[in-house]
């Protein structure tokens, strides 16, 4: 097979070189502006890094205060009679007379209810019969006394006679022997009777105690107020029955109400400086514009382990009887304190990885991180025990961005700011 040579105007002509010129300059300038820009972001990042490094924050401070008088805390409590008595039937019978009821006011010794009860009278009756006929026996058992001792003198007459005889031959031995013997038996009878005497005088106390029981449980006839007080329940009415075994709903109730003991729970942190003659206020939220005082009585002495809390009572006087048993009362101490602490703001306070931190402003114009550890929190002003000692100067509200070791500016801080909560950082 053969070709036919080619024609020389049949062969295209070479592409030309501006397209490709173009193209170059539009890649260069695409580079070259991207360049610039990445030059730009540089150099902006560069800046803000430089502005960041040479800014000198203006910053509130405060000076941490020293505390070392007593520490005031307020503890939730209620208040409590200051004696409480339930009353019980000890006599058997039916309420025959009632005097009283809730809310009625008494006098130790006034009668609060009257008991009729027929049976212990008749028992007592018949007590007090078996006394007399007791006595009667002893008078006999005393007679019988004397009767042997008549016979015994007797006895000894006729023994020292016939002992005579029987020595000068008049009377017969025998006569002699039964004399002597007359005279041990009416000693021996003597002896028995003053021994029957002893047992009627013995049978005399029993049934004399006997008696003075059953005039005791009649004294319980009528129920009495054992102290000055209000009467709270009331469990019986006339005409029903009671019984004397202790068991059952009280007859009533009483509280006395002229002093009062306030409860409250002392917290750890507190009870060591609680002790006997401590002043306390109290307050109860309905009655705002008034402080009752009252003193610490007693406490526990050992801490509750559930709630590692002191049981604390204060005695509150009560004479107007304006406060009643159990109300919710406030109730603030001022507790000794055992060692100083320092005083900060809460806003000058932050929490973060590192802990509970302050930011220090020191003399030479930086700001130190601090840990420091708080053991009361009292809402706007916290209680450091740990990590200051007094007179520091601290930042209030550190930024988040504040570093340790960078310039500040101390900025005064002005009258009427007031305190805010914690940071969170």
Do not use: C
């Not at 803000?48 to 505390?67: E, K, S």
């Not at 307020?74 to 309420?95: E, K, M, N, V």
């Not at 750890?268 to 610490?296: C, H, T, W, Y």
């Amino acid at each position: 097979m053969t070709h036919s040579p080619r024609d020389p105007s049949d062969v295209p002509p070479p592409p030309r070189a501006g397209p490709f010129v173009l193209v170059g300059l539009g890649i260069a300038g695409l580079l070259a502006w991207g360049g610039y820009g990445q030059w730009q972001q540089r150099a902006a990042a560069t800046e803000t890094q430089r502005r960041i490094d040479t800014h000198v924050p203006r910053l509130r401070t405060a000076t941490v205060d020293r505390a070392d008088k007593p520490m005031e805390i307020t503890l939730p409590g209620q208040t409590d009679a200051f004696a409480r008595a339930a009353l019980y039937a000890r006599a058997t019978g039916y309420i025959a007379e009632r005097r009283v009821d809730i809310g009625s006011r008494v006098r130790k010794g006034d009668i609060l209810l009257r008991i009729a009860a027929p049976d212990l009278d008749q028992q007592l009756a018949q007590a007090e019969a078996q006394v007399g006929q007791l006595e009667a026996q002893l008078l006999q058992a005393r007679a019988m006394v004397d009767q042997a001792k008549a016979n015994v003198g007797l006895a000894n007459v006729t023994n020292s006679r016939t002992s005579t005889l029987a020595g000068q031959g008049w009377a017969s031995k025998q006569n002699a022997d039964n004399s002597q013997a007359s005279v041990l038996s009416q000693t021996a009878t003597l002896a028995s009777a003053q021994a029957g005497v002893k047992v009627a005088e013995a049978n005399i106390k029993a049934q004399t105690a006997t008696v003075d029981r059953l005039k005791a449980l009649t004294g319980f006839k009528d129920i009495v107020a054992p102290f000055d007080g209000v009467i709270t329940t009331r469990g019986v009415d006339v005409g029903d029955l009671v019984h004397a075994d202790g068991t059952g709903t009280a007859l009533l109730a009483m509280d006395r109400d002229d002093v009062l003991r306030v409860s409250v729970n002392v917290p750890q942190s507190a009870a060591g400086g609680i002790r006997e003659g401590l002043d306390a206020a109290v307050r109860v939220p309905q009655m705002p514009n008034r402080v009752f005082s009252g003193k610490v009585e007693r406490s526990s002495v050992a801490l509750l382990l559930s709630s590692r809390t002191l049981t604390t009572q204060v005695d509150v006087p009560n004479a107007d009887l304006t406060l009643r048993a159990g109300l919710y009362v406030s109730v603030t101490f001022k507790v000794p304190r055992t060692q100083s602490v320092a005083v900060i703001p809460a806003e000058a306070m932050v929490f973060n990885q590192r802990g509970t931190q302050v930011a220090i402003a020191g003399d030479d114009g930086q700001a130190r991180w601090r840990n420091v550890h708080v053991q009361r929190d009292l809402g706007t002003v916290l209680e450091i025990d740990r990590g200051l000692e007094g007179g520091e100067q601290i930042v209030l509200s550190p930024p988040a961005d504040l570093r340790d070791g960078q310039r500040i500016e101390r900025q005064v801080p002005k009258t009427d700011d007031k305190p805010v909560t914690a940071a969170a950082r």
